[in-house]
Structures are given as structure tokens and as C-alpha cells.
């Protein structure tokens, strides 16, 4: 199934799918979307190169943005971990420019 990615999570927008909260990576706070536009989990790159995470390389893949825009998703952070509300969540995350927010998590 090709990746969609809803144009709010680009944005960094909160709006009637959407929802707008704060997580950590560690001792890091980041902002996080919970987007039920998106159908998978999104990490932005810079931040995951920064923090040095480990990036898994994959076969290229489109990711479709809301408006028929696409991005190329070149890596996967595996069993990535973020913390919400004293919570700790666990999956796997493709990486994208987001821009707009560090983390979009599908809901």
C-alpha cells in the first residue's frame, strides 16, 4: 500500500483530523501529530539524524501528500520509541522533511 501523508501533517497542523500534542525522545520534548490522514508513522529526518538514530535504508518509495504531491522516503527507523504523557510507544517510523512537526503518528 502506498504511504499517504495528510497535508495538516506537513503543515504541522492541528484541524478537525488532526491532533496536536508533546511527546519526548528521551530528554528531548518534540512535537508531536496524531493524524488519521496519514496512514503510517512519519519521523522527521533532520531531527532522527541529529539524535542519531539508526537509519535503515529501503527500496525508494513515494509517499503521497494530500494535493497529489509526492516525496521520495528513502529509510525506516525501526522499533523507534517516543514517550506521550508518561506513555512509551513503539514503532516503526518512515523518514520524510516534515518541517511542520517532528513526529506523525497515524491514529
Aim: hydrophobic share 40%; proline share 2%.
Amino acid at each position: 500500500m502506498t504511504p499517504h501523508l495528510s497535508i495538516n501533517a506537513m503543515n504541522g497542523c492541528s484541524g478537525f483530523n488532526t491532533m496536536r500534542v508533546s511527546g519526548h525522545l528521551g530528554k528531548k520534548t518534540i512535537h508531536i501529530l496524531l493524524d488519521s490522514g496519514s496512514i503510517h508513522n512519519f519521523l522527521d529526518e533532520q531531527l532522527a539524524r541529529r539524535l542519531g538514530y539508526r537509519l535503515e535504508s529501503i527500496a525508494k518509495q513515494s509517499v503521497v501528500i494530500a494535493g497529489g504531491r509526492t516525496m521520495i522516503c528513502q529509510y525506516v527507523c525501526r522499533r523507534f520509541t517516543c514517550t506521550m504523557q508518561g506513555t512509551e510507544f513503539v514503532s516503526d517510523a518512515l523518514l520524510l522533511p516534515l518541517g511542520g512537526c517532528d513526529l506523525v503518528l497515524r491514529v
